[in-house]
Protein backbone atom coordinates (compact mmCIF):
# COMPACT_ATOMS: atom_id res chain seq x y z
CA UNK A 1 0.00 0.00 0.00
CA UNK A 2 1.56 3.49 -0.53
CA UNK A 3 2.17 5.48 2.62
CA UNK A 4 -0.66 8.22 3.98
CA UNK A 5 1.28 11.37 4.34
CA UNK A 6 0.11 14.37 6.27
CA UNK A 7 2.05 17.55 5.11
CA UNK A 8 1.73 18.96 8.90
CA UNK A 9 4.00 16.30 10.67
CA UNK A 10 6.55 17.38 7.78
CA UNK A 11 6.15 20.62 9.26
CA UNK A 12 6.18 20.61 12.76
CA UNK A 13 7.96 17.40 13.48
CA UNK A 14 11.21 19.47 13.73
CA UNK A 15 9.91 21.85 16.42
CA UNK A 16 8.40 18.80 18.56
CA UNK A 17 11.59 16.79 18.36
CA UNK A 18 13.26 19.84 19.79
CA UNK A 19 11.02 19.58 23.08
CA UNK A 20 11.17 16.00 22.63
CA UNK A 21 15.06 16.10 23.05
CA UNK A 22 15.35 18.15 26.29
CA UNK A 23 11.84 16.48 27.53
CA UNK A 24 12.51 12.94 27.17
CA UNK A 25 16.72 12.59 27.62
CA UNK A 26 16.16 10.44 30.59
CA UNK A 27 13.54 8.36 29.66
CA UNK A 28 13.17 4.85 27.68
CA UNK A 29 9.48 3.73 26.74
CA UNK A 30 7.28 6.23 25.06
CA UNK A 31 3.62 5.88 24.11
CA UNK A 32 2.61 7.69 21.15
CA UNK A 33 -1.42 7.99 21.49
CA UNK A 34 -2.88 8.33 18.36
CA UNK A 35 0.05 8.31 15.80
CA UNK A 36 -2.11 8.91 12.59
CA UNK A 37 0.03 8.46 9.55
CA UNK A 38 3.15 6.79 11.21
CA UNK A 39 5.42 10.00 10.02
CA UNK A 40 5.69 11.12 13.89
CA UNK A 41 6.84 7.58 15.22
CA UNK A 42 9.50 6.98 12.12
CA UNK A 43 11.19 10.78 12.69
CA UNK A 44 11.20 10.46 16.16
CA UNK A 45 12.54 6.96 16.70
CA UNK A 46 15.14 7.34 14.38
CA UNK A 47 16.18 10.58 16.10
CA UNK A 48 16.21 9.53 19.86
CA UNK A 49 17.24 5.94 19.46
CA UNK A 50 17.76 5.61 23.21
CA UNK A 51 14.07 5.26 23.30
CA UNK A 52 11.25 2.52 22.51
CA UNK A 53 8.79 4.46 20.80
CA UNK A 54 5.07 2.74 20.78
CA UNK A 55 3.17 3.42 18.34
CA UNK A 56 -0.97 3.45 18.21
CA UNK A 57 -4.05 4.37 17.17
CA UNK A 58 -7.32 3.17 16.14
CA UNK A 59 -7.69 -0.40 14.00
CA UNK A 60 -8.15 2.11 10.55
CA UNK A 61 -5.00 3.39 10.82
CA UNK A 62 -2.86 0.80 11.71
CA UNK A 63 -2.20 -0.53 8.21
CA UNK A 64 -0.34 2.95 7.49
CA UNK A 65 1.61 3.26 10.35
CA UNK A 66 2.59 -0.19 9.78
CA UNK A 67 3.88 0.59 6.14
CA UNK A 68 5.89 3.60 7.37
CA UNK A 69 7.43 1.31 10.51
CA UNK A 70 8.31 -1.52 8.04
CA UNK A 71 9.82 1.25 5.51
CA UNK A 72 12.72 2.52 7.93
CA UNK A 73 12.69 -1.02 9.92
CA UNK A 74 14.17 0.75 13.11
CA UNK A 75 15.20 -1.46 15.62
CA UNK A 76 13.11 0.86 19.01
CA UNK A 77 9.52 1.21 16.85
CA UNK A 78 7.51 -2.29 17.88
CA UNK A 79 4.65 -2.99 15.64
CA UNK A 80 1.88 -0.49 16.73
CA UNK A 81 -1.08 -1.26 18.85
CA UNK A 82 -4.38 -0.70 18.39
CA UNK A 83 -5.67 1.59 21.25
CA UNK A 84 -8.72 3.58 21.04
CA UNK A 85 -8.76 5.26 24.51
CA UNK A 86 -12.63 4.45 24.70
CA UNK A 87 -11.54 0.77 24.35
CA UNK A 88 -9.16 -2.04 25.77
CA UNK A 89 -5.64 -0.06 26.92
CA UNK A 90 -2.14 -2.03 26.80
CA UNK A 91 -0.87 -3.51 30.09
CA UNK A 92 2.56 -2.40 29.92
CA UNK A 93 4.08 0.79 32.10
CA UNK A 94 5.56 3.86 29.85
CA UNK A 95 7.65 5.82 31.30
CA UNK A 96 6.26 8.64 28.52
CA UNK A 97 2.91 9.29 26.74
CA UNK A 98 2.94 11.65 23.75
CA UNK A 99 0.63 12.87 21.81
CA UNK A 100 -0.15 15.61 19.31
CA UNK A 101 -3.63 16.42 17.77
CA UNK A 102 -5.56 14.49 19.14
CA UNK A 103 -7.41 16.18 21.96
CA UNK A 104 -9.20 18.35 19.37
CA UNK A 105 -10.41 15.65 17.40
CA UNK A 106 -11.82 13.64 20.48
CA UNK A 107 -15.28 13.86 22.26
CA UNK A 108 -14.33 15.35 25.01
CA UNK A 109 -15.76 12.50 27.03
CA UNK A 110 -13.24 10.54 26.03
CA UNK A 111 -10.50 13.51 26.75
CA UNK A 112 -11.31 12.85 30.59
CA UNK A 113 -11.25 8.70 29.84
CA UNK A 114 -7.77 9.31 28.49
CA UNK A 115 -6.50 11.71 31.52
CA UNK A 116 -8.41 9.33 34.07
CA UNK A 117 -6.80 6.47 33.06
CA UNK A 118 -3.07 7.25 32.18
CA UNK A 119 -2.00 6.33 35.61
CA UNK A 120 -2.86 2.53 34.98
CA UNK A 121 -0.15 2.86 32.22
CA UNK A 122 2.50 5.25 33.86
CA UNK A 123 5.37 5.03 36.14
CA UNK A 124 5.43 7.29 38.88
CA UNK A 125 7.58 9.84 37.55
CA UNK A 126 6.28 9.34 34.09
CA UNK A 127 6.41 12.15 31.67
CA UNK A 128 3.24 13.63 29.30
CA UNK A 129 3.84 15.67 26.36
CA UNK A 130 0.79 16.89 24.62
CA UNK A 131 1.30 19.16 21.55
CA UNK A 132 -1.70 21.13 19.36
CA UNK A 133 -3.65 24.44 19.80
CA UNK A 134 -5.11 24.88 23.19
CA UNK A 135 -7.43 28.18 24.19
CA UNK A 136 -6.27 30.29 27.42
CA UNK A 137 -9.59 31.50 29.92
CA UNK A 138 -11.95 30.58 27.20
CA UNK A 139 -10.22 32.83 24.84
CA UNK A 140 -9.05 31.55 21.15
CA UNK A 141 -5.21 32.54 21.33
CA UNK A 142 -4.62 33.30 17.48
CA UNK A 143 -7.60 33.98 15.00
CA UNK A 144 -6.06 31.33 13.03
CA UNK A 145 -7.35 28.77 15.65
CA UNK A 146 -10.60 30.39 15.83
CA UNK A 147 -11.13 29.51 12.27
CA UNK A 148 -9.67 26.24 12.63
CA UNK A 149 -12.38 25.15 15.70
CA UNK A 150 -14.97 26.58 13.48
CA UNK A 151 -13.35 23.94 10.54
CA UNK A 152 -13.85 21.26 13.15
CA UNK A 153 -16.99 22.18 14.76
CA UNK A 154 -18.67 21.78 11.10
CA UNK A 155 -16.52 18.41 10.94
CA UNK A 156 -18.53 17.10 14.19
CA UNK A 157 -19.83 18.81 17.07
CA UNK A 158 -17.77 16.94 19.38
CA UNK A 159 -14.48 18.38 18.43
CA UNK A 160 -13.25 21.14 19.80
CA UNK A 161 -10.15 23.61 20.67
CA UNK A 162 -9.49 22.44 24.09
CA UNK A 163 -9.41 24.84 27.26
CA UNK A 164 -5.61 24.70 28.67
CA UNK A 165 -7.08 25.06 32.33
CA UNK A 166 -9.81 22.37 32.07
CA UNK A 167 -6.79 20.17 30.65
CA UNK A 168 -4.74 20.84 33.71
CA UNK A 169 -7.64 19.98 36.04
CA UNK A 170 -8.09 16.18 34.01
CA UNK A 171 -4.31 15.98 34.32
CA UNK A 172 -3.70 17.37 37.75
CA UNK A 173 -6.47 14.66 39.41
CA UNK A 174 -4.56 11.97 37.76
CA UNK A 175 -1.05 13.05 39.32
CA UNK A 176 0.16 15.25 36.92
CA UNK A 177 1.46 18.57 37.53
CA UNK A 178 2.23 21.21 34.33
CA UNK A 179 5.65 21.82 34.13
CA UNK A 180 6.13 23.52 30.76
CA UNK A 181 4.29 25.30 28.23
CA UNK A 182 6.15 25.62 25.14
CA UNK A 183 5.05 28.09 22.33
CA UNK A 184 5.33 26.03 18.77
CA UNK A 185 5.21 27.58 15.39
CA UNK A 186 1.13 27.96 13.82
CA UNK A 187 0.08 28.92 17.29
CA UNK A 188 0.21 25.97 18.79
CA UNK A 189 1.81 24.88 21.87
CA UNK A 190 4.15 21.70 23.51
CA UNK A 191 2.51 21.09 27.20
CA UNK A 192 4.72 18.78 29.32
CA UNK A 193 3.35 17.05 32.82
CA UNK A 194 5.34 15.19 34.73
CA UNK A 195 3.30 12.46 37.55
CA UNK A 196 3.88 13.44 41.08
CA UNK A 197 5.20 10.25 42.73
CA UNK A 198 2.99 11.23 45.73
Not at 3 to 8: A, T, W
Amino acid sequence: MSKPHSPSCERNREPILDVLREQLSDRRHVLEVGSGTGQHAVHFAAALPQLIWQSSDRAENLPGIRAWLDEAALPNTPAPLEFDVAGTWPTMQFDAVFSANTLHIMAWHEVESLFARLPTITTDDASLIIYGPFNYQGRYSSDSNAAFDQWLQARGAHMAIRDAEAVDALASRAGFNLIDDIAMPANNRCRVWRRNPA
